[in-house]
């Protein structure tokens, strides 16, 4: 079958930039930066420089920009170079030794009379008095350490602004499931319970994510879970969030995603941990009045926006309380258990239950719980392990640091009890 | 795919766990003698050591269900099949993925609903179901397959499971012929022993319109060395590789350890003991001695040692009398065989000062764990440059404002 002969494809999140999108950027020196694109404004990457916002309106993710005079010119991309081995090692290289003539006031002299980084670069690698001595490899390191350095040393000086030909480069960055996560995971872990991409996958195949699934997610993690959700649904199906806020939950990993409306708003619906509860009444007074105590329009109007709030929230508590959901995902601060006393009895048979904690001492101490209880079929608990390479053609090795933790997972299988 | 209706079905495929609802593994370790996929069929029996079951009376209870067998001996869930279930109890015809690699593909490869996904070669099914899973009805999968029997296996499957009508399975070498696609995959999953040789076609196969990926499942660095220099020639960027391990714990409940000063009041009852017995033993030998030559003639001072063991043992003896009793009480509060083993390897004769149980929570990684599957090659495709003539050098740069025009 040919892809002619498909349906036309579906897609639950926009493929190119777009106004309003909020999209991330890799800048030179590795670091990754989320910025709005609001049209006709000016994107300012702060110490990288700043362009107009409506160069990158439309374009697909992935390329790599130069700034020059606030416009973009598109940079192709780069491919791995091979490096010449040499037979050079550092058997006559001693720390400590003075190597570099070139002083910190030169450099800055260089620098204000307007030559470009490579230059200066160029410089100090002449005047280096063991370059030579180097591996291919030690060099390609010292050239790419003084590269990120110029950067960050243009960043702190204000008038490069004026450098108009200095490279200044950023690459966008798909929002891809992954790629959101992984930011999130660098920016700040702990904001999302240290689920690195690795959990976040795994709790997604386990809790059986798919377009026309019926889900309950309890998510702590700034909404990188219910993001993880609504992408994997595509939106179609139903997922019921529990939140600890009387307010709607704000998940901000969401914004990172820049879904489409139709991807979010027939899927998701949130209670909070009142209104979950069967034996909720609402505070306040009623909505329903007879007509003849209605004094003003303005009352009347009030009332039916109440009405049609409340309405919605009974559907919700409805739906919640008909059961049959076929996963339960949690990943929050509150005592698990007693999490799964509350919204268990809400999964239908053979549904999974997915928890996830930066702590493997709270999950041992939940499958101890749950081991004597026949309702749950093969309590598991689980830690994951990940380990990114440096592929570069024959300097190929594990990176030197890594992630020491993605989290724990516990998983288990809702059954009926005879 | 499968059934999503709430109860099971003539002709549905269901999973059967005949293990106990506690094993000691995790569900992701189990072995195929633990799960085992039935399609449910009026007229025919399950037999295993678990007890006999007749199919049809299967028919109409809800997924989830635990049913005993006829003759009340033994018993066995059944569970609606997932992928992940499936990947336990699928009839191995590969080596097969497990979760922790596939789901992390399905991560990077960026594989959601409606996406257009190659894989070659099909192996087993674990990863295409998985797939078929998470791209639904308005996706598709090409599957490859060099091997007859295999395809035409898996191609019985994909049927039984009712994924036909988005799953298309071609018998044929992706190495030597290609994918018969041109500008149509968002993603390719290569898991061949040579990759490198499929690169280029799955070039071909990627859309050009916007951002692909590729991923290669390679166990050997060699290959990952070929395929990423293959990956580099044919212009893919952002060449990445991962290793991905799942690391399954055993939990296990102990009592709270002991304070050290409880193991030196026992050291100090146990001397004042020893010294007693000692002391008595001498006064009797002396008696002994008095009256004849006994068989214990030939002792001296050394065989205190022999003395003290004795005296030893009898104690151990009696701790483990009390341990005896300790067990029961936490058997009826917790029937688990960890609590058990737990109590007996770490509880020592100092339980005759210990003060009421209290048990906490502890977990390992498991003894034995899986330490390799395979590296994870990835690489991304952009869409060709604007008006760029293929393959454009680093030097080339093409202003935008040149190109919208």
Not at chain 1, 60 to 71: E, N
Not at chain 2, 264 to 283: G, N, P
């Amino acid at each position: 079958m040919s892809a002619s002969d498909l349906p036309p494809q579906l897609d639950t999140r926009l493929q190119t930039v777009q106004a309003g999108s909020t999209i991330l950027l890799r800048l030179p020196n590795g670091d990754t930066k989320a910025v709005k694109i609001d049209k006709d404004s000016t994107v300012s990457l702060g110490r990288v420089g700043g362009f107009h916002a409506n160069d990158l309106i439309n374009e697909p993710f992935g390329r790599t920009y130069d700034i020059v005079d606030k416009k973009l010119v598109l940079v192709p991309p780069r491919t791995l170079a091979e490096v010449e081995d040499t037979d050079a090692t550092n058997e006559l290289i001693n720390d400590g030794e003075f190597v570099q003539p070139l002083t910190l006031e030169e450099i800055q002299a260089l620098k204000q009379s307007g030559a470009h980084a490579s230059e200066i670069i160029k410089m100090q690698i002449e005047q280096h008095a063991n370059y030579s001595l180097k591996t291919e490899y030690s060099k390609e390191k010292y050239k790419k350490r003084k590269e990120a350095k110029f950067v960050h040393c243009f960043r702190s000086v204000t008038f490069m602004n004026h450098f108009s030909d200095t490279r200044k480069t950023f690459t966008t960055i798909e929002p891809t499931l992954f790629n959101v996560c992984d930011y999130w995971f660098n920016k700040d872990q702990t904001r999302i319970r240290d689920i690195r991409v690795d959990a976040l996958s795994q709790m997604l195949n386990l809790a059986n994510i798919r377009p026309g699934g019926k889900y309950i997610a309890v998510d702590d993690a700034s909404g990188l879970v219910v993001s993880g959700i609504l992408e994997r649904m595509g939106g179609s199906g139903r997922l019921i969030t529990i939140c600890s806020t009387d307010s709607p939950p704000s998940y901000p990993v969401m914004v990172n995603m820049n879904f489409k409306t139709e991807t979010v708003a027939p899927v998701l619906s949130s209670l909070n941990w009142a209104t979950a509860m069967r034996d909720y009444t609402p505070v306040g007074p009623p909505v329903d009045l007879p007509s003849d105590q209605i004094k003003s329009e303005r009352q009347k109007s009030r009332l039916n926006k109440r009405r049609a709030a409340s309405d919605l929230l009974n559907g919700t508590r409805e739906e919640l309380f008909a059961g049959e959901f076929d996963a339960l995902i949690v990943a929050s601060d509150y005592d698990p258990y007693s999490i799964l006393e509350k919204l268990v009895p809400y999964l239908g048979g053979s549904a999974s239950i997915v928890v996830q904690s930066p702590y493997v001492q709270i999950l041992s101490e939940l499958h101890s719980k749950l081991r004597s209880m026949p309702g749950y079929l093969c309590p598991s608990v689980t830690e994951m392990w990940l380990r990114r390479y440096q592929v570069l053609l024959g300097r190929t090795h594990p990176t030197m640091n890594t992630s020491g933790t993605g989290g724990f997972l516990l998983h288990a299988i809702k059954v009926y009890v005879v | 795919m499968w059934s999503t209706a709430r109860e099971i079905a003539a002709g549905d495929t269901v999973i059967v766990w005949l293990a106990s609802p506690f094993p000691t593994s995790s569900i992701l370790h189990q072995t195929r003698d633990f799960i085992q996929p039935l399609v449910v069929t009026p007229g025919k029996d399950f037999n295993s050591k678990y007890g006999n079951y007749r199919h049809s009376d299967f028919i109409g209870m809800p997924f989830g269900s635990k049913v005993g067998s006829r003759s009340g001996k033994g018993f066995i869930h059944l569970l609606r099949p997932t992928p992940e279930l499936w990947t336990m109890a699928l009839p191995h015809r590969t080596q097969i993925l497990y979760i922790a690699d596939i789901s992390f593909i399905i991560s990077y490869l960026d594989i959601r609903r409606g996406s257009r996904v190659i894989e070659a070669g099909t192996g087993s099914g674990s990863f295409s179901h998985s797939v078929a899973r998470s791209i639904g009805p308005t996706g598709h999968l090409w599957s490859y397959e060099f091997h007859e029997a295999r395809a035409q296996k898996a191609r019985d499957e994909f049927t039984q499971h009712k994924m036909s009508d988005f799953v298309t399975l071609t018998h044929q070498n992706v190495c030597k012929d290609g994918f018969n696609l041109t500008d149509a995959a968002d993603s390719v999953f290569l898991d061949l022993p040579a990759p490198w040789d499929a690169v280029e076609h799955a070039k071909q196969a990627l859309r050009k319109d916007r951002t692909t990926r590729i991923s290669c499942f390679s166990p050997c660095m060699e290959q990952v060395l070929r395929t990423v220099s293959a990956l580099n020639d044919a212009g893919f960027i952002d060449i990445t590789m991962y290793e991905t391990l799942i690391r399954p714990h055993d939990v296990a409940q102990v009592p709270v350890l002991q304070p050290i000063s409880d193991m030196e009041e026992k050291l100090k009852k146990s001397e004042e003991i020893r010294e007693i017995k000692r002391l008595r033993q001498i006064a009797a030998k002396q008696k002994t001695d008095e009256s004849a030559h006994g068989e214990k003639r030939k002792r001296d001072d050394g065989d205190d040692e022999q003395e003290a063991e004795a005296v030893d043992g009898e104690d151990v003896g009696s701790g483990k009398k009390l341990k005896t009793e300790d067990d029961d009480e936490m058997a009826d509060s917790t029937p688990s065989r960890d609590v058990v083993n737990g109590s007996s390897s770490s509880r020592g004769p100092a339980v005759a000062f210990a003060p009421p149980l209290q048990k906490i929570s502890v977990s390992k990684a498991i003894v034995e764990v899986r330490g390799h599957t395979s590296y994870l090659t990835f690489a991304t495709l952009l869409p060709p440059m604007p008006g760029a003539s293929p393959p454009a050098s680093s030097e080339d740069v093409a202003p935008l404002d040149s190109v919208s025009t």
